[in-house]
């Protein structure tokens, strides 16, 4: 599911914070387009603060891939360490993020 939420992503060595994009998340993972093309390699140990509308949610993870898509670096993210409630409000966000998707009337 293609989302807009913002992230910051900060390497587990490093306490360098950067801005970038949730593109797609589930409770399982995520693609992240960072605002920088920064060195990151597969199986780098990752954290995340996921900025929600109503909370922010702080998640270890480990990159699967990663690619420099221009000036930016796009990887993608399998979540290690996420708390139930966490996983619930993945579960919330996605839902309401679908319902509006599907509330917008389309153009002909």
Not at 25 to 51: N, Q
Request: hydrophobic share 40%.
């Amino acid at each position: 599911m293609g989302f807009p939420f913002c992230i910051l992503y900060s390497n587990t060595d490093s306490a360098r914070e950067i801005p970038g994009v949730a593109k797609d998340i589930s409770v399982d993972g995520a693609k992240i387009v960072l605002d920088s093309s920064i060195d990151i390699f597969p199986g780098s140990a990752i954290s995340l603060s996921i900025l929600l509308p109503e909370t922010a949610l702080n998640i270890s993870g480990k990159v699967v891939w990663e690619r420099n898509v221009g000036k930016k670096k796009e990887i993608g993210v399998c979540f290690e360490s996420i708390s139930k409630q966490s996983q619930e409000d993945i579960h919330h966000y996605i839902f309401k993020y679908i319902k509006q998707e599907e509330d917008i009337p389309r153009r002909a």
